[in-house]
Structure formats: structure tokens, C-alpha cells
């Protein structure tokens, strides 16, 4: 497997880093705020992230109270959007995308904006993927008009995990909270006028309100602290400084690619962001981005040697064969 160098565009806002959550390690942050916010029925949440795990049911964002009762935005084991609050087990919010978001290739941007104080149902709760909203979804209940949201109120918050499981594997980056504001995708993001790809700006002079918070990812040390002004420090588990990275959204790396299969790709583990995997005999791993022409560089590290391991360059919609001394395929 080669892994090709980073594509780097010129955004005029640059993101340095992003933190790397590994379900292997169950990594996750959270915070319990004492009281709370600046209000419960509009709000705004954005982050950029790339995915690992496909086919799982993993956790963004999700906030659990005393009574069972639990807000969640999470992707499904179907790599659908889900959208869910339920108090007392009664749901009164639900969503879930027709869309499917499995492309561990690329980052994405995710703004979710709550208003419950309007008087028009569709107008509660509006999602957006880089910057274009999503309309299709299979589960469409809008909460009530003002209905208290949980997530922003006293009691404990967790981010890439449920608490005890459904962990999030892969990057996130320039994850921000605006506690009683809803707000557009342009206070985020905007599309980049020669390749008209959703791009980030700089979001460090929004207003964040009580609750709210932006992490940066920028401080090896401290993933979860909070650079709003605001200090609501998120506590890390299971995270190292070597889980900073400086694969971000406007600088992808390539990573191994799990949706990539041969003819006998079996036995394969992914960890670490995509960048480690463990192989089976008669397995192979390709990468997530290709090349056709310049100069590229790669660096690999061989851990184990126990199966006569084959490091080499593979055609564009084929992984190396299961014997690529004799294959056509390398």
C-alpha cells in the first residue's frame, strides 16, 4: 500500500489540527455544566470531521439525564444521520437521513440548528452538510413549539461516545457550541469561489453564550479546552498528545481505505485514524486517495513481519491481489 502525500488548499483560514478518536481505545471527552445555559430552545452546533468506522452505530454528541432521558447526533450502523431526543421515554425529537455519509476519504462539516420558539415546525430544527441543507429523511419528528433541548443543560455532556460505548472513530476539528442563537452555515463555512468546495473561516469572533464552546484541538495536552473565552474545558479520556494530527480540513491526509475490498481482503483491522492495520494473510489495504502524475512521497512503518508483508503501488479500482509477485494488479 502506498499512501500518497497530503492535499493542501489554500483556504485563507487554515486549520491546524484535529484530535483523533480511536473506538479501540474508547476515547471521548465530556463536561457536566452546572446550570443551565443561555437558553434551552435555540442553539447551534458545527463540527468538521472525517470518518474511520463505517457501518457502526457511533456517537458526536450525546448528553444523558437522571431520568434516562438523552439528546443525541450520531451516525447509524446504515452511516445515516440520527437525530434524537427522548425525556422520560417519550421521543419528541427524531431524525434520520436518507442520505448516507460513508466516505472515509474526506472531511465533512456538520451544522445542526435548533429554534423552538418558532411557529413553524420546520423551522425547529434545520441540518446542513457543507454548507447545503439535508431535506430527505425517513424519520422526521420536529419537537414541539418551545421545547426545552437537553443537550446545553446542566448535567453530563459527552462528546464520540454514549458514555459506555458507540464510540466515534476518526478526526474531528473546530468543533463549536453557540448556546441561544441559531445561526447559518456562512457563520461557519463558505464555498471556495474557483472550486466551489465548502471551505471553514475563522468562527473564534462568534458569540457563544452560557453553555457554549469552541475547541480547536490545538493544545496536544488539553484537547477539550475551550478557547471561547467561555473556559468550559471539556475532560479527555483515554487521549494522548500523539492524537493530535495535522489531518484536518483544510489539510486532508490520505488514510488506509476500508470500503476498498479484493478478493480475499479478509482479516483486516483498522485503527488509529485509518493510518494502522493489521493484516490477515492474503489481505490487502489500498489507500483513500490516488494519484495519476507528479512526485509523491510516503512513509510506512512495518511493526510485525509475519506474513512476507508486499509494499508496492496498486491500479486505480483494484487492491492488490491476494499474490501480487505473479498478480497484474501491482
Known amino acids: 500500500t502506498i499512501l500518497p502525500a497530503n492535499s493542501v488548499v489554500d483556504t485563507g483560514y487554515n486549520v491546524a489540527n484535529s484530535c483523533m478518536f480511536d473506538t479501540a481505545t474508547e476515547s471521548k471527552m465530556a463536561i457536566t455544566f452546572g446550570s443551565a445555559g443561555t437558553s434551552l430552545r435555540k442553539a447551534t452546533f458545527s463540527s468538521w470531521l472525517k470518518r474511520s468506522n463505517l457501518t457502526v452505530d457511533e456517537e458526536l454528541i450525546f448528553r444523558v439525564t437522571a431520568d434516562s432521558g438523552y439528546f443525541n447526533i450520531a451516525f447509524s450502523d446504515a452511516d445515516t444521520i440520527k437525530i ?80 459506555g460505548g458507540n464510540y466515534f472513530g476518526g478526526y474531528l476539528a473546530e468543533m463549536c457550541y453557540c448556546d441561544g442563537q441559531s445561526l447559518t452555515p456562512t457563520s461557519f463555512g463558505e464555498f ?21 464552546f469552541y475547541l480547536d484541538m490545538e493544545d496536544a495536552t488539553d484537547f477539550g ?15 494522548a498528545a500523539t492524537d493530535q494530527g495535522t489531518d484536518t480540513c483544510t489539510n486532508n491526509f490520505a488514510t488506509l481505505n476500508p470500503l476498498v475490498q479484493g478478493t480475499s481482503n479478509n482479516a483486516r483491522t483498522f485503527s488509529d485514524g485509518n493510518t494502522t492495520v493489521v493484516l490477515g494473510r492474503d489481505s490487502a489495504s489500498v489507500s483513500s486517495i490516488g494519484v495519476s502524475s507528479g512526485k509523491w512521497y510516503v512513509e510506512i512503518k512495518c511493526v510485525t513481519d509475519a506474513a512476507n508483508p508486499v509494499i508496492g503501488i496498486a491500479k486505480e479500482g483494484s487492491p492488490a491481489t491476494v499474490n501480487p509477485w505473479g498478480g497484474s494488479n501491482l
Do not use: C
Request: charged residues 15%; negative net charge; glycine residues 8%.
Open 84 to 163: 434524537k431526543q427522548s425525556i422520560s421515554s417519550t421521543v419528541n425529537l427524531n431524525f434520520v437521513s436518507t442520505q448516507k455519509f460513508r466516505d472515509p476519504s474526506a472531511w465533512l462539516h456538520m451544522l445542526v440548528v435548533f429554534d423552538t420558539t418558532q411557529s413553524t415546525e420546520g423551522n425547529r430544527v434545520k441540518i446542513y452538510i457543507n454548507g447545503t441543507q439535508v431535506t430527505s429523511w425517513s424519520t422526521s419528528t420536529y419537537p414541539d413549539q418551545n421545547t426545552d433541548m437537553l443537550f446545553g443543560a446542566a448535567n453530563l455532556n459527552i462528546i464520540a461516545s454514549a458514555g
Open 192 to 212: 471556495d469561489e474557483d472550486s466551489g468546495i465548502w471551505k471553514p473561516i475563522d468562527v473564534s469572533g462568534l458569540t457563544f453564550g452560557t453553555n457554549g
Open 225 to 239: 479546552q475551550d478557547v471561547s473565552g467561555n473556559t468550559n474545558d471539556w475532560t479527555e479520556n483515554n487521549l
